[in-house]
Nanobody, 124 residues
Framework: QVQLVESGGGLVQAGGSLRLSCAAS????????MNWYRQAPGKQRDLVAT???????NYADSVKGRFTISRDNAKNTVYLQMNSLKPEDTAVYYC??????????????????WGQGTQVTVSS
């Protein structure tokens, strides 16, 4: 099995910073793109940032210049550095990844995995 476990959420004042981490574990052969999503109360889950296996990144317009996504392939971990936080950044943040899982006999199965979510609250 494969698991994604997030950490680093919390309560911060507007203008502050937080760093989220998401570590993948299990029978992993390789990981494609890794993503961060967020979902505010009563709203849909939105894509915040993406990083490919080669390190290319893309961001939602609302976070460009403030958030930075990075990954450590050796640790199967993705990070989201969030600076200049605003109250409207308040949400549950989820990591997501496309992962090739290694099965017995060397067979590989591709699937989409989600973390459990971590709450980020920005006070004004």
């Amino acid at each position: 099995q494969v698991q994604l476990v997030e950490s680093g959420g919390g309560l911060v004042q507007a203008g502050g910073s937080l760093r989220l981490s998401c570590a993948a574990s299990g029978s992993i052969f390789s990981i494609n793109a890794m993503n961060w999503y967020r979902q505010a109360p009563g709203k849909q889950r939105d894509l915040v940032a993406t990083i490919t296996s080669g390190g290319s990144t893309n961001y939602a317009d609302s976070v460009k210049g403030r958030f930075t996504i990075s990954r450590d392939n050796a640790k199967n971990t993705v990070y989201l550095q969030m600076n200049s936080l605003k109250p409207e950044d308040t949400a549950v943040y989820y990591c997501n990844a496309g992962i090739y899982r290694l099965l017995m006999g060397g067979r590989r199965v591709y699937d989409d995995y989600w973390g459990q979510g971590t709450q980020v609250t920005v006070s004004s």
